[in-house]
């Protein structure tokens, strides 16, 4: 039993109840998954029909559709393959000679104030961004280009690191997978129709008729493509979802405090972070996924000037993947 209750730690899964919302989320998607497997069974149908096989091929190959499904679940498990997905949908690089000096300088002063191995990405890529910015997806670190040339840069780590310790990581990937996102080539493609899509027609009666019928049923094929890309149950649990992931970025910032940057991050914050907020009225009706940038330099300062426990305890109900991290 004892071994049994190790294990969500051990592999770093999400808490019971964050696992009972993923599972709902999944649930709703019901329709868009039903959605998925008829779209994949009239595609393979007409694909039959064109080379001549048996239909009956179409009914086996219709799980097909389950895949996106099943790939968000093992998200959970293991973000096997999501690394090298997400850097080349960011239009990332691997880093320079320099940056990695960065990064290493960086993850050797975090390693200063703990007192066990610190849990490090299995991989980590660079935007060619020059505002500071970073984020995890799975095991994979992302880091900008402005943020590896910054001052700040051990603070923003140890942010991410906190959520790489837990299972926010995996959660994020799981969360991400549910939806189906075009190439980057098919989005400019659909900007682009946008921008130039209306085209006038002058004709016959017959002309326009055939035009507006041949107009509404791609409309509709449209929205039942849109639809089939997923996101329904996200749309549903946005609010409980945006109220979950504002207390992990509490929670990351904790780990900040832990190894001791919690002043650095918090001046990050004021300096980078501040000037961009904005109201958000009923932030609890909404899927905002950052409170707001002054209430968590508040608490970084707090913690910067009273004792901070262990990291050994528990991060809002997650334990962080290796023991102890202490202030200095």
Same mark, same amino acid.
């Given at each position: 039993? /004892?071994?049994?209750?190790?294990?969500?730690?051990?592999?770093?899964?999400?808490?019971?109840?964050?696992?009972?919302?993923?599972? /709902?989320?999944?649930?709703?998607?019901?329709?868009?998954?039903?959605?998925?497997?008829?779209?994949?069974?009239?595609?393979?149908?007409?694909?039959?029909?064109?080379?001549?096989?048996?239909?009956?091929?179409?009914? &086996?190959?219709?799980?097909?559709?389950?895949?996106?499904?099943?790939? &968000?679940?093992?998200?959970?498990?293991?973000?096997?393959?999501?690394?090298?997905?997400?850097?080349?949908?960011?239009?990332?690089?691997?880093? &320079?000679?320099?940056?990695?000096?960065?990064?290493?300088?960086?993850?050797?002063?975090?390693?200063?104030?703990?007192?066990?191995?610190?849990?490090?990405?299995?991989?980590?890529?660079? +935007?060619?961004?020059?505002?500071?910015?970073?984020?995890?997806?799975?095991?994979?670190?992302?880091?900008?280009?402005?943020?590896?040339?910054?001052?700040?840069?051990?603070?923003?780590?140890?942010?991410?690191?906190?959520?790489?310790?837990? &299972?926010?990581?995996?959660? +994020?990937?799981?969360?991400?997978?549910?939806?189906?996102?075009?190439?980057?080539?098919?989005?400019?493609?659909?900007?682009?129709?946008?921008?130039?899509?209306?085209?006038?027609?002058?004709?016959?009666?017959?002309?326009?008729?055939?035009?507006?019928?041949?107009?509404?049923?791609?409309?509709?094929?449209?929205?039942?493509?849109?639809?089939?890309?997923?996101?329904?149950?996200?749309?549903?649990?946005?609010?409980?979802?945006?109220?979950?992931?504002?207390?992990?970025?509490?929670?990351?910032?904790?780990?900040?405090?832990?190894?001791?940057?919690?002043?650095?991050?918090?001046?990050?914050?004021?300096?980078?972070?501040?000037?961009?907020?904005?109201?958000?009225?009923?932030?609890?009706? /909404?899927?905002? +996924?950052?409170?707001?940038?002054?209430?968590?330099?508040?608490?970084?300062?707090?913690?910067?000037? +009273?004792?901070?426990?262990?990291?050994?305890?528990?991060?809002?109900?997650?334990?962080?993947?290796?023991?102890?991290?202490?202030?200095?």
């Amino acid at each position: 039993m /004892t071994q049994m209750s190790e294990l969500p730690r051990v592999l770093r899964l999400p808490s019971i109840p964050t696992l009972a919302l993923y599972a /709902t989320t999944v649930v709703a998607e019901i329709p868009v998954i039903i959605t998925r497997i008829l779209l994949t069974f009239a595609a393979l149908t007409i694909f039959m029909l064109v080379e001549g096989k048996p239909l009956g091929e179409a009914d &086996s190959l219709v799980e097909l559709a389950l895949i996106p499904t099943g790939w &968000s679940i093992l998200a959970l498990i293991t973000p096997f393959g999501g690394g090298w997905w997400w850097l080349n949908n960011m239009g990332g690089r691997p880093p &320079s000679e320099r940056e990695q000096a960065a990064y290493q300088d960086a993850v050797q002063l975090l390693e200063g104030y703990a007192t066990g191995p610190l849990r490090l990405p299995s991989m980590w890529f660079v +935007t060619d961004e020059p505002q500071p910015d970073a984020a995890v997806c799975g095991d994979t670190l992302m880091l900008s280009r402005g943020l590896l040339e910054n001052d700040y840069l051990p603070a923003v780590l140890a942010h991410e690191l906190g959520h790489l310790a837990t &299972s926010d990581g995996k959660l +994020t990937a799981a969360l991400n997978r549910l939806i189906i996102n075009p190439l980057p080539k098919v989005r400019e493609k659909q900007r682009q129709q946008r921008e130039h899509g209306r085209v006038m027609v002058v004709g016959g009666d017959r002309l326009l008729l055939t035009v507006t019928v041949f107009g509404a049923l791609l409309w509709v094929l449209r929205l039942v493509i849109r639809f089939a890309r997923g996101g329904l149950g996200l749309w549903f649990f946005g609010p409980v979802w945006g109220s979950y992931w504002r207390e992990r970025e509490y929670t990351a910032d904790q780990y900040a405090a832990l190894l001791g940057q919690a002043e650095e991050l918090a001046d990050f914050l004021e300096v980078h972070a501040l000037i961009h907020d904005h109201p958000v009225p009923f932030i609890w009706l /909404t899927e905002h +996924t950052h409170p707001p940038t002054e209430l968590r330099i508040d608490r970084l300062r707090i913690a910067a000037h +009273t004792s901070i426990p262990t990291a050994g305890a528990s991060l809002n109900g997650q334990h962080p993947a290796h023991a102890e991290v202490q202030a200095p």
